[in-house]
């Protein structure tokens, strides 16, 4: 055998050690999730699997295109066939679930789900969402598209200093600070949405970026990617293993856009080094908030910021339970963290996740899920059970 020849063998050798080594750390770290969730009372032995999807943006788009406002109380009968045909059990049960990245799903059931909605309106979302349209953004009470805002901006939150200007509209975050705060928090996620830190172990994003609730599949694809900015910083701190996703149980049954946010826990501990964001906020009316994402009408890879202003809801029927807002997005922002900034402190903390665009007399008016009561509580909940492995 020749020199190059053994040198290739032996590459290749190392190669395949290397990914079997990798798919063992793995395989043991999934046990560790599984033994976790069982410890919280979880039941991880359902026989059905969930089924991977590997999603494109398209893909990822339609879902949330054709979804409903509040959707109903119950499963449509595709996702019923899927229930039975898996082996799932009643769905009305079901108090939360959870999916292992090897399509393991485990349930926690209580006697009477008590789930709470907000009811059919029938609009549909869009895909696509239109720049601004050159309002002066500084006017106060208007925001970029033109609509009167309910109050001026609450003066308790602000610019935060050092972030880019976004006074002619997003900007690319630059290349020299992806990788700092607060942007090393914000992550993308696979290659179709974006996501943000939100404990040691655990990301934020929307629900349909994880979990189709008509098939009754997961992504495979939603590993995360902090810092991420082009291909001038394709890895600069790492990409971090899916474990698990948990969709919040009124996404994961009926896909109801008001509730359309996930966690994913990841392996290792990025927010430990990394740092996160807290999350839920007393604020209401209208603030202004910072939001960073991956958008799909820019290069691929590219981190996008913007600062905007938005009005919160007073109530859970008020504005349909969703943040309207004039943040620039697209197709891949969907799950982008909305921050609000205190002036007074520097406390940082996520308000609304951001998804994508009601369309009401052929007008888009793009909108955040806001993170507030039942939903707020559930995704806290989850994150304490969800241990971190490393």
């Given at each position: 055998?020749?020199?190059?020849?053994?040198?290739?063998?032996?590459?290749?050798?190392?190669?395949?050690?290397?990914?079997?080594?990798?798919?063992?750390?793995?395989?043991?770290?999934?046990?560790?999730?599984?033994?976790?969730?069982?410890?919280?009372?979880?039941?991880?032995?359902?026989?059905?699997?969930?089924?991977?999807?590997?999603?494109?943006?398209?893909?990822?788009?339609?879902?949330?295109?054709?979804?409903?406002?509040?959707?109903?109380?119950?499963?449509?009968?595709?996702?019923?066939?899927?229930?039975?045909?898996?082996?799932?059990?009643?769905?009305?049960?079901?108090?939360?679930?959870?999916?292992?990245a090897d399509g393991t799903v485990c349930m926690r059931l209580k006697n009477?789900?008590?789930?709470?909605?907000?009811?059919?309106?029938?609009?549909?979302?869009?895909?696509?969402?239109?720049?601004?349209?050159?309002?002066?953004?500084?006017?106060?009470?208007?925001?970029?598209?033109?609509?009167?805002?309910?109050?001026?901006?609450?003066?308790?939150?602000?610019?935060?200093?050092g972030l880019p200007s976004t006074s002619g509209g997003r900007v690319r975050?630059?290349?020299?600070?992806?990788?700092?705060?607060?942007?090393?928090?914000?992550?993308?996620?696979?290659?179709?949405?974006?996501?943000?830190?939100?404990?040691?172990?655990?990301?934020?994003?929307?629900?349909?970026?994880?979990?189709?609730?008509?098939?009754?599949?997961?992504?495979?694809?939603?590993?995360?990617?902090?810092?991420?900015?082009?291909?001038?910083?394709?890895?600069?701190?790492?990409?971090?293993?899916?474990?698990?996703?948990?969709?919040?149980?009124?996404?994961?049954?009926?896909?109801?856009?008001?509730?359309?946010?996930?966690?994913?826990?990841?392996?290792?501990?990025?927010?430990?080094?990394?740092?996160?964001?807290?999350?839920?906020?007393?604020?209401?009316?209208?603030?202004?908030?910072?939001?960073?994402?991956?958008?799909?009408?820019?290069?691929?890879?590219?981190?996008?910021?913007?600062?905007?202003?938005?009005?919160?809801?007073?109530?859970?029927?008020?504005?349909?339970?969703?943040?309207?807002?004039?943040?620039?997005?697209?197709?891949?922002?969907?799950?982008?963290?909305?921050?609000?900034?205190?002036?007074?402190g520097g406390d940082r903390r996520i308000v609304a996740v951001v998804n994508?665009?009601?369309?009401?007399?052929?007008?888009?008016?793009?909108?955040?899920?806001?993170?507030?009561?039942?939903?707020?509580?559930?995704?806290?909940?989850?994150?304490?059970?969800?241990?971190?492995?490393?």
């Amino acid at each position: 055998m020749s020199t190059a020849a053994a040198m290739l063998l032996l590459g290749l050798l190392a190669l395949t050690a290397s990914s079997n080594f990798c798919r063992g750390a793995v395989d043991a770290d999934l046990d560790r999730v599984r033994e976790g969730m069982i410890r919280r009372g979880y039941d991880c032995e359902r026989p059905g699997r969930a089924e991977p999807g590997d999603w494109t943006l398209d893909e990822v788009a339609e879902r949330l295109r054709v979804a409903k406002i509040g959707a109903g109380g119950t499963l449509g009968a595709r996702g019923r066939e899927v229930w039975i045909e898996r082996g799932w059990g009643e769905p009305e049960d079901l108090e939360a679930m959870t999916v292992l990245a090897d399509g393991t799903v485990c349930m926690r059931l209580k006697n009477e789900t008590e789930l709470g909605f907000w009811g059919k309106t029938g609009r549909k979302l869009a895909r696509g969402l239109v720049e601004g349209d050159g309002v002066d953004r500084s006017t106060v009470g208007v925001d970029r598209f033109g609509r009167v805002l309910a109050q001026s901006p609450d003066p308790r939150f602000g610019e935060e200093p050092g972030l880019p200007s976004t006074s002619g509209g997003r900007v690319r975050v630059p290349v020299e600070v992806s990788a700092d705060e607060p942007f090393k928090m914000i992550g993308q996620v696979g290659s179709f949405c974006s996501g943000a830190l939100v404990g040691k172990c655990h990301y934020l994003t929307a629900g349909h970026c994880v979990w189709d609730p008509d098939t009754g599949r997961f992504s495979a694809g939603v590993n995360f990617n902090p810092g991420r900015n082009g291909q001038e910083m394709a890895q600069p701190l790492g990409r971090y293993q899916a474990l698990q996703v948990y969709s919040s149980v009124r996404w994961t049954l009926f896909g109801d856009v008001t509730k359309d946010a996930a966690i994913v826990h990841v392996s290792g501990t990025p927010g430990e080094e990394l740092g996160f964001m807290d999350f839920g906020s007393d604020a209401t009316g209208t603030v202004e908030f910072n939001s960073a994402g991956y958008p799909g009408d820019k290069p691929f890879g590219e981190m996008w910021f913007d600062f905007c202003q938005a009005s919160l809801p007073q109530s859970p029927l008020d504005q349909g339970g969703f943040v309207a807002h004039d943040c620039q997005i697209y197709n891949g922002s969907s799950g982008s963290a909305a921050w609000t900034y205190e002036v007074e402190g520097g406390d940082r903390r996520i308000v609304a996740v951001v998804n994508g665009a009601l369309v009401f007399l052929s007008v888009d008016f793009p909108f955040a899920v806001f993170l507030e009561g039942s939903l707020l509580k559930e995704l806290k909940s989850v994150i304490e059970e969800m241990e971190c492995v490393s």
